[in-house]
């Protein structure tokens, strides 16, 4: 049978026994579909990158399943019509990870320290940009590598344009009239 890795992601206002019914629900469904769940994990309440159904967090979970595709469809199938689901996303896999997934391993969250602690920077210029900020840019424009502004010498005539005579300071607004019930 495939193999297939499903996440699905639920409200954040859902509880966590909630989460833990729905993918009972959902591993009933592929298990009378003749498959079997392998491996699942919740990995928690997570940030959005951006709201999904006027939601900023989401439950997320995992199910590692080998099932026929009937039985997978049926569930995705339950997955759109159920109102907590808020997305779901099923990638065919040639075979399932042993070990915890990324999401679950912490000996990568304990190696990378303190968020200050952001490892070796003495490759970045003084501004700390990377990539060719103030370094060689592959060109031959000679400098000193940074800035490639050049400034414009000045224009005949004092610098107006065609023969434009100066403004001076503009005089001040009137008050805008924001009283509430006054037109004009």
């Not at 009933?28 to 990158?49: F, H, N, P, R």
Request: net charge positive.
């Amino acid at each position: 049978m495939p193999l297939y890795e499903h996440v699905f992601m639920t409200r954040q206002d859902v509880s966590n026994q909630q989460v833990e019914t729905l993918t009972k629900e959902f591993t009933d469904v592929i298990t009378e579909g003749g498959g079997t769940i392998t491996k699942s994990e919740y990995w928690g309440l997570k940030g959005l990158a951006y709201k999904i159904k006027k939601n900023r967090k989401a439950h997320f979970s995992l199910l590692n399943i080998d099932a026929p595709p009937a039985a997978v469809a049926e569930m995705e199938r339950r997955m759109g019509i159920q109102t907590d689901i808020l997305r779901f996303i099923t990638i065919k896999v040639e075979e399932h990870e042993t070990e915890p997934s990324a999401m679950m391993r912490k000996q990568d969250r304990d190696e990378r320290g303190e968020r200050g602690d952001r490892g070796d920077r003495g490759d970045r210029g003084p501004r700390g940009g990377g990539g060719f900020r103030g370094g060689d840019r592959g060109g031959d424009r000679g400098g000193d590598g940074g800035s490639t502004f050049r400034s414009r010498p000045p224009r005949e005539g004092g610098g107006f344009r065609d023969g434009d005579a100066p403004r001076g300071p503009r005089p001040p607004r009137p008050p805008r009239n924001d009283t509430p019930g006054s037109e004009g």
